[in-house]
C-alpha cells in the first residue's frame, strides 16, 4: 500500500500543478455487479487451484469491481492519465492500474513518434481496449491477456515510431522498465487462469497454498517490484491496414536475475515470451486471434534452475450488431515444467470455451451474460489429493455502468 | 419513397428548366445501403466543356463538434479556403501531412482557425493530434462539374453540355490503390437527365465515434 501511495504522489506531483492550466481534464467511471454461478473448486483467488475468479460454488451476487480513469491533457503534445481500481476478490483492495505521462508531438510527415513514461500495460492485449483495461467481448478475457492483467506491467519508458502510409500504418513500441522482476511466478505456481481479476501498484497476488509456504497463512506477493537490479525490454511491431485487419508481434524479456529473491521468499522469475495476434473482420464479424509462447526460470540454488515453458493461443469471434455484440472464444494453454516428479512431468494442459452476450441498451449501461467452461490436466492437483483432470464452468450475468 | 420524391423532382426541373442537361447518380455500397460522402466528377472525353464555372473563391466552415470534424469530406476548389472551428468544449490540434499541403492549428474551445488556402488540386486528410480517431477530408478539385453525394446516396450535376463524358468518383473509405471507379455518360440532348448508379466496395468508416467504453487514449 505504501508504493500504492508512493504511485499517487508521484501522479499527483506531475500532474497537480499543471491542472491549472490544463483546459482537459476527463474523468471516466465503471461500477460492475455480477450475478455468479460458481464451480465448485476453490478459486485460485482464495488459494485454490480453480482456474476461474470465483469458486466454492453456490450461486451468488459478487462484487465485479469499480474503476476511476482520470486524464489531462496538459498540452497539446502532453497527456497525464491515472487509473485506479477497487476490488474486493480476495481481500478489499485500491489499486494503480496505470499511470502515465505521454509527449507526443504534432508532426507533419508520415512519421510520427512519442514517448511515454510511467506504469502501463505492454501492448500485447488484443481484447482489452475498454476502460478499466477490461474486454468489450466477454467478462472473462482470455488465458494469455488474464495474465498480462496479473502479472505484467511496464514500469518505466517507451518510445514509439509510427509510419502512416495511405493503404497501412506500421508502429514500432520499445519499452525499458523494471519492476517486473516477479512475473511468471503465477505460471509456474499456479498456472494459466481466466479470470478478469486485474491487479495493479498496490495489489498482492496469492499463490496456491499448496505452492506456498504451507496450506496457511495465505502467500501473497507483490508482482511489481524489483528483486535485483536488471531492467527489462520489449519491442512490439504492429501493422494496421484499414479493410484488412492488424498483426502485433511482440518480444518480451524481464531479464530478471533468476538467483535474486527477496528476504521472504519471492523470486527474480527471469521470463520471456513472445507474442502475436492478429485481428480482422469480416462484415460484421470480428475476429481476433493471439499466441503466446515463453518460459519463465529462477535458480533457487547456485547451478540448478527451475524452468516452466508456457504457451497458449485463442480464437475469438465477435459479432457486432449494434446494442447486441454476441461473442464467442476457444483457446487452449499449457505449462511444461522441467521438473519431474516419480518420473510424471509437472505441467498442465487444458482448453475454454467462452460464449458472451453483450447488450448495451444505453451508452452508460453494459448487461453481459457468459458461459466459461474450462477442460484440464494439472499434475500439481494429485499433491494435494485431487484428480489431476477438472471441468469447471462459471456463469456469469453481469451489469456494467459507465460514466 | 423519398427517393422516388427526389427523382421525380429532379424531372420536373429538368423539364422546367429545359437549357441543359444533368446527370443524377445514385451510390450504394456492398449492402445496398446509401453512401453519402462520394464525390463524382465528371469530365469531358474530347474537346466538349461542362459549362465551366468561375465562380470567385469561397471559404468553408470545418467544424468540430463531440471530437467529430463535420463534415467528412469537403469539396473544394483551387484557391477556395477553409476554416477550422472548434466547437468542443476541448482542446483540439488540427493537421494535415498532405502532400498538397501541410498545416498544423491548436485550437481551444471557441477558437476558429485563420482562412487556410487550398491552391493545390488533391486530397488532404486531416486528423486531430489529441484526439487519434478524429478524421476529415479536403477534396480539392478543378474539374467544373463536380458533386457529392448526399444521405439518401445522390449526386447531381446540371447544366451540362451535350457530348461524351467519364464519371470519376472519390470517396475516402475506397480501397487504396484499386482502379477508380467510372462510367462513360453519353449526353445525347440539352434537356436530358442521365441517370446511373454506382456499388462501391468501402472500408470500414476510420473514425471512431464518442463511446463511453472506450476511451481511446
Known sequence: MMRCAWWFCLLGSAVCPSLVFAQDVDLHAYIDGRLVAAPGETSWTKGGLGKTRFGDGGTDAQFGGAGLVGTAQLTPALLALGEIQFQTTDRPTVSVIEAYVRYRPVSLSRWRWSVQVGAFLPPISLENDAIGWTSPWTLTPSAINSWVGEELRVIGAEGRVEWRGDANTWELHSALFRRNDPAGDLLADRGWSLSDLTSGLGSRLREPDEAGSGSSPAHRYDPFQNIGSRIGWYANLDWRAAGLGRISLMRYDNRADPTAHTESGVFAWHTWFTSMGASTDTGPIRWIAQVMDGATVIEPVDGMQFKTRFRSAFLLAGWNRGNWRPALRIEHFSTHDGRSEAGIPQGEHGNAVTAALNWRPRDWLRLTAEVLRIDSVRMQRADVGLSPASMLTQVQLGIRLIY | ?217
Open chain 2, 1 to 217: 419513397m423519398r427517393c422516388l420524391f427526389m427523382v421525380v423532382a429532379l424531372l420536373l426541373g429538368s423539364a422546367c428548366s429545359a437549357s441543359a442537361a444533368e446527370v443524377v447518380v445514385h451510390f450504394s455500397d456492398a449492402q445496398g445501403h446509401a453512401v453519402n460522402d462520394a464525390v463524382l466528377m465528371l469530365t469531358p472525353d474530347t474537346g466538349t466543356t461542362a459549362n465551366p464555372s468561375a465562380a470567385p473563391p469561397a471559404t468553408y466552415i470545418i467544424d468540430q463538434r463531440d471530437e467529430t470534424f463535420i463534415p467528412y469530406v469537403q469539396v473544394l476548389r483551387p484557391g477556395d479556403k477553409v476554416v477550422f472551428r472548434n466547437s468542443d468544449s476541448t482542446r483540439h490540434h488540427v493537421y494535415s501531412f498532405a502532400a498538397i499541403k501541410t498545416f498544423e492549428f491548436v485550437l481551444r474551445p471557441g477558437e476558429s482557425s485563420p482562412a487556410l488556402s487550398m491552391d493545390q488540386a488533391g486530397v488532404a486528410a486531416v486528423g486531430c493530434n489529441i484526439h487519434d480517431h478524429m478524421a476529415t477530408y479536403l477534396f480539392v478539385s478543378a474539374v467544373s462539374a463536380v458533386a457529392m453525394s448526399s444521405h439518401d446516396g445522390y449526386a447531381r450535376l446540371d447544366r451540362l453540355a451535350p457530348g461524351r463524358y467519364t464519371a470519376h468518383v472519390w470517396h475516402p473509405q475506397l480501397h487504396p490503390g484499386r482502379a477508380e471507379p467510372i462510367q462513360s455518360v453519353i449526353i445525347a440532348g440539352d434537356a436530358d437527365t442521365v441517370q446511373l448508379s454506382f456499388t462501391l466496395s468501402l472500408l470500414p468508416d476510420p473514425r471512431m465515434f464518442m463511446d463511453r467504453e472506450h476511451l481511446d487514449y
